[in-house]
């Protein structure tokens, strides 16, 4: 199973194409990845929840996040973003609200000209604890990878029963205070074809993105192996004539 895994609760600082010098936070196992979608391209593979789950423990993360921050304190490695993302969704941990918290409060010490971005999937927006804690920070980028029902369960298979309506629903809720991101990707799997770039699907997303009214878009194409076979990556020019559609709603849009 192909399958990339950051095998630290706090990684980097790396180079990130969206976010420059960004030091990583994962919230979630360092051995295998834990997320409530099952995305066709995710680069930390398919989705194998265990049952066994054990979480780093919120006075862990800190600890350690305030000694790799004091190390990078001055240098030219002082991060212009910490980020979480790492090996799943990480609005899931129980604790998400009160790591923000310990967060902003050691970037502000350390590193005040950071800024605090989350890389989520959309998934836990129902959950007003979360949804609190990334009205908080610089950067709330959310998943939106689909313009239809039936390409969003396609692409992100969620769990749960979690619904595009749903989604957009609760992406409203931050009155336009987020980034939007979304993975264009054609290819087929279990015998379907699958395209987020047709005129009918951007036709659809488009119209969400009017309605979200983001800070920005972000678009990018696949970038590491798939767990689904067969998936083509997009060229940068099909990306760059989907921008200028984003653009056309006078929206700011970046292509990666």
């Known amino acids: 199973m192909p399958g990339f895994l950051f095998d630290d609760l706090i990684f980097g600082p790396v180079y990130s194409r969206r976010l420059g010098i960004s030091l990583g936070i994962n919230l979630l196992p360092t051995d295998s990845k834990y997320c409530n979608f099952n995305c066709i391209y995710c680069e930390c593979g398919w989705t194998e929840n265990g049952t066994k789950l054990v979480l780093p423990k919120r006075e862990t993360l800190k600890k350690q996040l305030e000694e790799k921050l004091r190390e990078l304190h001055g240098t030219e490695n002082q991060p212009q973003s910490i980020t979480f993302a790492g090996n799943g969704e990480p609005t899931t941990h129980p604790d998400f609200a009160g790591i923000i918290d310990d967060t902003i409060e050691l970037r502000d010490r350390f590193a005040p000209e950071s800024i605090i971005s989350v890389l989520s999937n959309a998934s836990m927006l129902h959950k007003k604890s979360v949804s609190d804690a990334l009205k908080k920070i610089e950067k709330n980028i959310q998943k939106l990878d ?42 087929e799997y279990n015998g379907k074809i699958i395209d987020n770039t047709t005129e009918a699907e951007l036709a659809e997303w488009l119209k969400l993105i009017e309605k979200i009214k983001p800070q920005s878009v972000m678009i990018y194409p696949i970038d590491r192996e798939t767990p689904a076979a067969g998936l083509e990556k997009i060229s940068n020019v099909e990306l760059l004539a989907i921008a200028k559609k984003v653009e056309a709603l006078g929206i700011v849009v970046e292509v990666f």
Request: hydrophobic share 40%; no cysteine.
């Open 146 to 187: 689909a313009g239809t029902e039936s390409t969003f369960q396609a692409i992100n298979q969620p769990l749960g029963g979690l619904t595009l309506e749903k989604t957009v629903k609760k992406l409203l809720d931050f009155e336009g205070n987020l980034v939007i991101q979304t993975l264009f990707v054609r290819g």
